[in-house]
């Protein structure tokens, strides 16, 4: 059984660029998160997908941040503009949190 | 609002040296107890759900508990390849995750 993919894994950016992560969750999985791992820290919860739909986004920063789940299969995550404390690892994971993609690291300079 | 804690923060064991990890919850409404491993430059790795008080589950060297307030995993004779981050989550609403436990176990 293929994983939870992403992409890319790593990104450098200047504060205020924008930037974009893509997540490829296991087929036939309707559902899909989203997580932010600052260094030393436990996951956080960004956004989480019910095929298309939201379930819950309370912890997404929305003034920068947005998601979009397509067909109920991939799932692309932008932030626009860039922060220096958005510097963090990207999770993308499905099914009840029971499997995660490798993560994007994103450094904002 | 909901929080998970973890003691300690890190842990060095020697090799075969048994120890627990602790999980400390407050989670509204709690309908499950996850714990997860974490290698570096990875995503967190399944290990266990645990569901209600008195729960527990084994794999290989690692047995998690429950109770009310707290969750122990406890890993029997370790070995350096269990090295690694165990992180706790707790989901009531929403997943709520622990800070980790890093874990080194020295040959």
């Known amino acids: 059984e293929a994983g939870v993919a992403q992409s890319p894994r790593y990104k450098i950016i200047e504060k205020r660029q924008s930037v974009a992560f893509w997540c490829n969750p296991i087929s036939g999985h309707a559902t899909l998160y989203w997580y932010q791992q600052i260094l030393g820290q436990g996951p956080k919860l960004l956004i989480q997908f019910q095929n298309n739909g939201v379930v819950d986004d309370s912890q997404l920063p929305k003034d920068r941040f947005s998601a979009e789940r397509l067909k109920g299969v991939d799932s692309t995550l932008k932030i626009q503009p860039a922060k220096l404390e958005d510097s963090a690892v990207y999770l993308c994971?499905?099914?009840?949190?029971?499997?995660f993609g490798p993560g994007t690291r994103l450094t904002v300079l | 609002e909901d929080q998970v804690t973890q003691s300690p923060e890190a842990l060095r064991l020697q090799e075969g040296e048994s120890s627990s990890l602790n999980c400390s919850y407050t989670?509204?409404?709690?309908?499950?107890l996850f714990w997860y491993r974490q290698d570096p430059g990875k995503g967190p790795e399944f290990l266990f759900t645990l569901y209600s008080a008195g729960e527990e589950k084994e794999k290989e060297r690692l047995k998690a508990t429950l109770t009310k307030k707290e969750s122990f995993l406890h890993i029997t004779a370790p070995k350096p390849e269990d090295s690694a981050t165990y992180l706790c989550?707790?989901?009531?609403?929403?997943?709520?995750f622990g800070p980790g436990t890093r874990l080194s176990v020295l040959p």
């Open positions: 989670v509204s409404g709690l309908r499950g």
């Open positions: 994971a499905s099914v009840n949190t029971q499997y």
């Open positions: 989550a707790g989901t009531g609403q929403n997943f709520v």
